[in-house]
């Protein structure tokens, strides 16, 4: 049997934690990996990520719709951005890295692929799975 100590909260300090240069090691790999991630996912502080977060959280909203109902659409002026139109709404969703990863898997597209073409290119073949795939509708 494991045993588990619990501090009383009311005895923790509170305040910014310091932090012990000397006991830490320094690791490539965190930083190729920041770099390797798409711009909407790279942040530069803690209180810029929390800022992305909640303003994210604030935007958001829950909506149900048939897959077969929602319109992939780009625009030839913008070769880089795709943008959804979801049922009920008249305003264009511009889905995030990972968003567009989840909506290339659901039609079974593979999303690096997908990212390397151009918007219009990727808004067909997002469109046609939308529409085809007979286990979404």
Known sequence: MSQLNIANAASTQRGAFKVD???GQRVGRVSSEWFSRPA???YLSLSELFGAVSGRAERSRTRTAKSAAIR???KREDA???ALIVPGSDVPLAP???SFG???T???APSAYLRQLPAPLAAINLQYGLTSHRALS
Do not use: I, K, N, P
């Open 72 to 74: 992939v659409e780009a």
């Open 96 to 98: 995030t890295h990972w």
């Open 40 to 42: 909407d996912e790279r």
């Open 80 to 82: 880089e951005r795709l």
């Open 102 to 104: 989840q909506l290339a």
């Open 21 to 23: 240069v000397s006991r």
């Open 106 to 108: 659901m039609v079974g």
